[in-house]
């Protein structure tokens, strides 16, 4: 194990020098981080072993704990300012009327209500993923958007927001939780996939590589020197790509000496 100005690594976690006994005293955060992977590891390891009504109780439990946790703090930062929004006759309002101030009333709450709207929130749509999942056995666009639609739902029923059409109004809300899930699901697998590999350059971008000149993979790309135009460069075609002379040399160098590339430019010759 190395040692550096700084300290040394003791099983994989930083540390430091120091001390009164000059012993090697261990990074407390970096400690603390591994403790909890370890006890995450150890708690998801249990879990996957519960039975279905376990799992899904368990975890929508903690979700909605931590969704509390949330919507706490957010009723903290904007305050409790649901008497605002409530005019002194809000009793002589209409239906529509009444649905609007609820739903006002429903995003301005304090700590409390944002504490139990969050926690519904997050907790049912954790409870139906998680259910979902062991029942279908993957996690899906569509898991996801059906487990938006109970969390929109849910929302509605113990926000206050349904107002006379309460039914209508959860399935709305629902439909849009779910419609916006659907796209942030498809937006993240978009670009968290990773980019396909162009199968027409895999030979070329090896050599490229190689001679470390792989800045020069959109020259050839541009030019459509593809994988089967290897045996027939010529100082022209690379030339006419913009590739500078240095690295045409040793591009058509290296094809020389490539003892596949160098049979190929036999026969085509």
């Keep these: 194990m190395g040692e550096s100005k700084q300290g040394v690594m003791v099983l994989g976690i930083p540390t430091r020098a120091g001390g009164f006994t000059g012993q090697a005293e261990q990074n407390p955060i970096a400690l603390a981080q591994a403790k ?29 704990v931590q969704g509390a946790a949330i919507g706490g703090f957010m009723g903290t930062l904007t305050g409790d300012v649901s008497s605002l929004v409530a005019p002194p006759n809000a009793a002589g309002l209409n239906p529509e009327a009444m649905a609007s101030l609820k739903q006002a009333q429903a995003f301005a709450g304090g700590p409390l209500v944002q504490a139990r709207n969050f926690a519904v929130m997050t907790g049912t749509n954790a409870g139906i993923s998680c259910v979902l999942k062991r029942l279908r056995g993957k996690e899906d666009v569509q898991s996801s958007m059906v487990a938006a639609f109970g969390s929109g739902a849910m929302f509605t029923l113990v926000s206050g927001m349904g107002g006379p059409n309460l039914a209508a109004n959860a399935v709305t809300s629902g439909l849009f939780f779910a419609l916006v899930q659907g796209g942030i699901y498809q937006l993240g697998q978009k670009f968290s996939q990773p980019p396909t590999e162009d199968v027409n350059y895999v030979k070329t971008r090896t050599i490229l590589s190689n001679l470390g000149l792989q800045n020069y993979e959109k ?34 160098d290296h094809i020389e000496r490539d003892p596949e590339l160098k049979e190929s430019r036999k026969a085509n010759r």
């Design 219 to 252: 020259n050839f790309k541009k030019g459509l020197l593809t994988d089967n135009t290897l045996p027939l460069l010529t100082d022209s075609a690379l030339r006419d790509v913009k590739i500078p002379p240095g690295p045409r040399l040793l591009i058509l």
């Design 36 to 64: 909890f992977r370890e006890v995450e590891a150890r708690f998801k390891d249990w879990l996957a072993k519960q039975s279905l009504a376990v799992e899904a109780a368990v975890v929508t439990t903690t979700s909605a």
